[in-house]
């Protein structure tokens, strides 16, 4: 059984950093792409990073790109997100997915991520 364990949400000010991180089990780690989404209330989920299983090839929303740093490390089973410079609109819960199907060395579209972890809230004061 897949499991996805995010941690290290919280209320920050705007212009500072949080590090989520997300422990997984039940899966060969090293296997699989991971991502990191977010959903604000009354908002769609969006797809805010994903990493391949290597680590090579990285994808970052637009309005996170530069501020935002997707990593894993496979000898841990965990991917990490470390937010910097977070704005007001950054705050969400931020989840932790995991597709179901191995896939290559690349990262692969949102609707491929079918594991997910509970969630960790981010609230980002102006």
């Known amino acids: 059984q897949v499991q996805l364990v995010e941690s290290g949400g919280g209320l920050v000010q705007a212009g500072g950093s949080l590090r989520l991180s997300c422990a997984a089990s039940g899966l060969t780690f090293s296997n699989y792409a991971m991502g990191w989404f977010r959903q604000a209330p009354g908002k769609e989920r969006e797809f805010v990073a994903g990493i391949s299983r290597s680590g090579g090839r990285i994808y970052y929303l637009d309005s996170v790109k530069g501020r935002f740093t997707i990593s894993r490390d496979n000898a841990k089973n965990a991917v990490y997100l470390q937010m910097n410079s977070l704005k007001p609109t950054d705050t969400a819960v931020y989840y932790c997915?995991?597709?179901?199907?191995?896939?290559?060395?690349?990262?692969?579209?949102?609707?491929?991520?079918?594991?997910w972890g509970q969630g960790t809230q981010v609230t980002v004061s102006s």
């Open positions: 997915a995991a597709p179901s199907r191995r896939l290559s060395d690349y990262v692969p579209p949102a609707y491929e991520f079918d594991y």
